[in-house]
């Protein structure tokens, strides 16, 4: 008698959806931080102060997986905005999701960055300058834009209570010092003359407007935990977030220094060296007490989300900071440091990227937030946040 084994329930991919139509009807801002954090994965690899076998190819290949991401992510959203165009421009009106404004600019700007470090392996120097400038660009175009008109937005419209701050604010003042760690690089393949100052001062510009707007904005969130604690364990991850102002900060301050023309480019890399140490050592702080908050929350139970994305391109950014101080003081602690932290990435990154893929794979972080796109964070406790999904 032969046993008849009845069939299991089929898996189908994106099964959480309605109509697989809807994959493209919530495709909020956020999700360009999954390219920010893969992109600063293969930059901080490019960077390390300590070779390894592979290391490379490997990032290389992250790289080359950020860039063909930003290119479908970059399709699908443009089918959300022809298609849900009511639904895009509520994002902007929301005063969670607005914030995440800042991630396309940094998307396309990292991924610049590493086309310029790494694509050149296998395209050449001439295509991946053409294709770093251009997205540097694009990035620091739509970045200066996020700058002000996300924190006027939040100064006019948008419903700001003592509880609002929280990590994310810092996104959308962030690209400037992106765009002008990325500007650092491409400015040595300029030509002598106004065009390579004038992107020179731009770049030493927009360090200054990340860096002031960071130091306005830092000590409404310190006060906001101190006075109503952390919140939300879905919202948890964006404390992380706080690491990459001073991360990219050294990043930034260090390569400019290495690029301003005599007679101040002896003092350039003192001002780096002025700048980034006591950044570091805040960064490093920050990066004990926010491990300790999320050791906390995970005890208690921390629900995936997209904001989990947020353990990695800030990190990223400390990463490549500690890269910088390591290649220019020779030290044995910021080497050893930028390799740990490093390790640190890859492991997060991994973590994160395979959660993001089962999530996407079952349709769920696809989902339109339950109770409206206007739900603010501090009374979002589950995956119902806009900021957890679209």
């Known amino acids: 008698m032969t046993a008849v084994i009845a069939p299991g329930p089929t898996r189908r991919p994106l099964r959480d959806l309605e109509r697989p139509s809807h994959l493209f009807a919530n495709l909020g801002p956020n999700w360009f931080a999954t390219i920010v954090g893969t992109g600063m994965v293969a930059n901080a690899g490019a960077g390390l102060p300590v070779g390894f076998p592979g290391l490379r190819t490997a990032a290389t290949v992250v790289w080359a997986f950020a860039a063909v991401v930003l290119v479908l992510l970059g399709g699908a959203w443009a089918v959300h905005w022809t298609r849900h165009r009511e639904t895009a421009r509520s994002h902007a009106h929301d005063p969670v999701m607005a914030q995440f404004w800042g991630a396309p600019p940094m998307a396309l700007t990292t991924v610049g960055t590493g086309t310029l470090l790494l694509g050149r392996d296998w395209i050449g120097l001439g295509p991946a300058l053409a294709v770093d400038w251009t997205l540097w660009c694009a990035g620091t175009v739509l970045g200066l834009i996020t700058t002000v008109w996300i924190p006027y937005r939040m100064m006019t419209t948008h419903d700001i209570t003592s509880e609002s701050p929280f990590g994310a604010w810092l996104m959308p003042v962030v690209p400037p010092v992106v765009s002008a760690a990325g500007g650092a690089l491409l400015i040595p393949y300029l030509p002598d003359g106004q065009l390579r100052l004038t992107v020179l001062l731009a770049c030493c510009a927009m360090f200054g407007t990340s860096l002031v707007t960071t130091l306005v904005i830092l000590p409404q969130i310190w006060q906001r ?11 948890l991850p964006t404390i992380w977030i706080l690491l990459g102002p001073p991360g990219l900060s050294i990043t930034a301050a260090t390569l400019l220094g290495d690029v301003l023309p005599a007679p101040y480019d002896r003092a350039g890399p003192v001002i780096g060296l002025l700048l980034g140490v006591p950044a570091w050592g805040f960064a490093m702080t920050w990066l004990a007490l926010a491990t300790a908050l999320t050791v906390r929350a995970t005890r208690r139970g921390l629900p995936f989300s997209l904001t989990w994305w947020s353990f990695t391109f800030p990190l990223g950014a400390l990463v490549t900071g500690t890269n910088a101080l390591a290649t220019r003081t020779h030290s044995v602690l910021f080497t050893a440091t930028s390799v740990g932290l490093f390790a640190l990435l890859v492991t997060a990154w991994l ?40």
């Open 351 to 390: 973590v994160v990227a395979i959660r993001t893929a089962l999530g996407g794979y079952r349709g769920h972080l696809f989902r339109a937030p339950a109770g409206g796109a206007r739900q603010p964070v501090a009374a979002t406790t589950s995956d119902s946040s806009p900021v957890l999904r679209s």
């Open 225 to 235: 935990f101190v006075r109503h604690k952390t919140g939300p364990a879905a919202a």
